[in-house]
Nanobody, 114 residues
Framework: QVQLVESGGGLVQAGDSLRLSCAAS????????LGWFRQTAGKQREFVAA???????FYGDSVKGRFTISRDNTKNTVYLQMDSLKPEDTAVYYC????????WGQGTQVTVSS
């Protein structure tokens, strides 16, 4: 059974940093694109960042220059380093593998206070 488990969310102040982790189990994802999305109540899920199997990275416009995605294939884990956090970054963050029709984690809450 494939599982993606996020961790690292929490309550921080504007300008702080957080590092999210997503550990995958059940199969290896070394050849998959891994990504992060976020969602707030009443809104569609928003793309945050993705990293291809070869290490190419992609970011949503609202997080470029502040967030960094990385992966460790030896640990089957993807990370999201979030710096210079803003209140508008408040959301539930979801880990994803293999695109929108692929696998999803259960989400981790990130709350940024002003």
């Amino acid at each position: 059974q494939v599982q993606l488990v996020e961790s690292g969310g929490g309550l921080v102040q504007a300008g702080d940093s957080l590092r999210l982790s997503c550990a995958a189990s059940g199969r290896t994802f070394s050849s998959s694109t891994l990504g992060w999305f976020r969602q707030t109540a009443g809104k569609q899920r928003e793309f945050v960042a993705a990293i291809s199997w070869s290490g190419n990275t992609f970011y949503g416009d609202s997080v470029k220059g502040r967030f960094t995605i990385s992966r460790d294939n030896t640990k089957n884990t993807v990370y999201l380093q979030m710096d210079s956090l803003k209140p508008e970054d408040t959301a539930v963050y979801y880990c994803n593998a293999d695109g929108f029709m692929g696998y999803w984690g259960q989400g981790t809450q990130v709350t940024v206070s002003s």
